[in-house]
C-alpha cells in the first residue's frame, strides 16, 4: 500500500521539485514587508510577509522558504533566537538578519548562529537585488 503525504506536505514537495523559490520577510515593520514583497515580485519570485515570529512560523509550517529575511527584533521573540530555531527545523533556508540598530557584535552574533547574511536599515533594493541574486 502507498503511503500518502498530507495536502501541504504533497504542495511543498512539489514546489521544491519544480525549483520554485518562496521568500519570507518578518519584519514588524508594514513599510518594509510592503516594500520588499514588492520587489521580489517584480522578479517572479514567491513571496510571503509577516509581522510576528509566531505568524513566520504558521508559514513555514505551510511552505519551505529558500530565503528568508529576518528582522533581529521581531515584538515577540528575539531575533537571534528564532533564527535559531529556525536553521535547527529548516536546514537548508538561509536567512539574512535585517537591522536598524547594528552594530559588529550583532553582526557576529548572526553568522555565528547561522546567518547567511546581514543588512542594516534603511536598505535600497539594489542590495536585495545582489543578496538574492547570491542566495537564491
Do not use: H, W
Request: overall charge positive; some cysteine.
Amino acid at each position: 500500500m502507498k503511503k500518502r503525504l498530507p495536502k501541504s506536505a504533497k504542495n511543498q514537495k512539489e514546489n521544491s521539485l519544480r525549483g520554485n523559490k518562496k521568500v519570507l520577510i518578518v519584519d514588524d515593520e508594514m513599510d518594509i514587508r510592503r516594500n520588499c514583497k514588492q520587489f521580489f515580485e517584480k522578479f517572479s519570485i514567491n513571496v510571503d510577509a509577516a509581522g510576528s515570529a509566531a505568524e513566520a512560523l504558521k508559514f513555514c509550517d505551510r511552505n519551505i522558504y529558500a530565503l528568508v529575511f529576518l528582522d533581529v527584533g521581531p515584538p515577540d521573540m528575539n531575533g537571534f533566537e528564532f533564527l535559531e530555531m529556525l536553521k535547527k527545523k529548516y536546514v537548508s533556508t538561509k536567512v539574512v538578519m535585517i537591522t536598524g540598530d547594528a552594530s559588529p557584535e550583532k553582526e557576529l552574533e548572526a553568522f555565528e548562529k547561522g546567518a547567511s547574511g546581514f543588512l542594516t536599515k534603511p536598505f535600497d533594493l539594489q542590495e536585495l537585488k545582489a543578496i538574492i541574486s547570491k542566495l537564491l
